[in-house]
């Protein structure tokens, strides 16, 4: 089965960047997704298409690409940016999609 | 308002069978991408299955075989039969609509509904 991987934890101060890395081999091919999600919430979607924001999301998250690397990119975070964050994408066929292990972002 | 109503779950006992409801307001779920994902407590979420615009249907490996994702045009709701519950199925289940606009981004989310596999 197909697997995205992330590392688990990342913490930043008030007004840092926060980057949020997931590894896949397909992503050269599959777009990447990535969700937001604070406690007992259902997630929020914050970009798609790698680099893509949805409106009302705030100018600061912003994604990129990289190979089998993509990046959930949080500029001048604040502390309501605190919370689980998902990357999302697909096998090679598009048939299996799959999320990464999750990052908990810790604001200090 | 473009919305998923989540109705269904509870406790169920090992092997047993239970189904969830996903009601949309707002778009129409045969139009659409509709997906099942879940959330073991204390885990990360799990993408379970979903249904294309043309009625296939796609299952994660865990439950290939068990469940059953489909839709009812006429209720314009979207559905998840499970069958042969096992402990390690208890979950929260959500389900979400990929979004055609926003390139297959899970854009709109149901507030989740408890699955507990429990004798």
């Known amino acids: 089965s197909y697997e995205l991987t992330q590392t688990p934890s990342v913490s930043v101060s008030p007004g840092q960047t926060a980057r949020i890395t997931c590894s896949g081999d397909?992503?050269?091919?599959?777009?990447a997704y990535w969700y937001r999600q604070k406690a007992g919430q259902a997630p929020v979607l914050v970009i798609y298409?790698?680099?893509e924001r949805p409106s009302g999301i705030p100018e600061r998250f912003s994604g990129s690409s990289s190979g089998t690397t993509v990046t959930l990119t949080i500029s001048g975070v604040q502390a309501e940016d605190e919370a689980d964050y998902y990357c999302?994408?697909?096998?090679?066929?598009?048939?299996?999609?799959?999320f990464g292990g999750g990052t908990r972002l810790t604001v200090l | 308002e473009l919305q998923l109503v989540q109705s269904g779950g509870g406790l169920i006992q090992p092997g047993g069978s239970l189904r969830l409801s996903c009601a949309a307001s707002?778009?129409?779920?045969?139009?659409?991408?509709m997906t099942w994902v879940r959330q073991a407590p204390g885990k990360g979420l799990e993408w379970v299955s979903f249904?294309?615009?043309?009625?296939?249907?796609y299952y994660a490996e865990s439950v290939k075989d068990r469940f059953t994702i489909s839709r009812d045009n006429s209720n314009n709701t979207l559905y998840l039969q499970l069958s042969g519950l096992r402990a390690e199925d208890t979950a929260v289940y959500y389900c979400?609509?990929?979004?055609?606009?926003?390139?297959?981004?899970?854009?709109?989310w149901g507030h989740g509904t408890m699955v507990t596999v429990s004798s």
């Open positions: 979400a609509r990929p979004s055609q606009d926003l390139g297959g981004g899970f854009d709109i």
């Open positions: 707002g778009f129409t779920v045969n139009n659409n991408y």
């Open positions: 249904v294309d615009t043309g009625g296939n249907t």
């Open positions: 397909a992503l050269p091919r599959q777009y």
């Open positions: 298409k790698d680099n």
């Open positions: 999302q994408s697909s096998d090679r066929t598009n048939t299996y999609w799959v």
